[in-house]
Nanobody, 122 residues
Framework: QVQLVESGGGLVQAGGSLRLSCAASGRTFSNYAMGWFRQVPGREREFVAAIRWSGTTYYADSVKGRFTISRDNANTLYLQMNSLKPEDTAVYYC?????????????????WGQGTQVTVSS
């Protein structure tokens, strides 16, 4: 059974940092793209960042220069979030999919985690 489990969310002051982790199990994701999305109640899920199996990364403009996506093996994904802003407050989800383009589209991903809450206070 495939599982993606996020951790590392929490409450932080504006300007602070958090590191999210996503542990994937149930299959090997070495040839999968993996990504982070976030969602605020009442709004659509929003692309944050993605990384291809090759290591190529993609970022939303809103987080570029502040967030860094990485993976240390086939099945562990990270999101280092620096200079956090109150508008970064959301539930953050990791996802995996056999994707070769349009990494920013949530419907392209096959597997999702349950999400972890990130709250940034002003």
């Amino acid at each position: 059974q495939v599982q993606l489990v996020e951790s590392g969310g929490g409450l932080v002051q504006a300007g602070g940092s958090l590191r999210l982790s996503c542990a994937a199990s149930g299959r090997t994701f070495s040839n999968y793209a993996m990504g982070w999305f976030r969602q605020v109640p009442g709004r659509e899920r929003e692309f944050v960042a993605a990384i291809r199996w090759s290591g190529t990364t993609y970022y939303a403009d809103s987080v570029k220069g502040r967030f860094t996506i990485s993976r240390d093996n086939a099945n562990t994904l990270y999101l280092q979030m620096n200079s956090l802003k109150p508008e970064d407050t959301a539930v953050y989800y990791c996802a995996a999919g056999l994707i070769y383009s349009t990494y920013y589209l949530s419907q392209m991903y096959n597997y999702w985690g349950q999400g972890t809450q990130v709250t940034v206070s002003s």
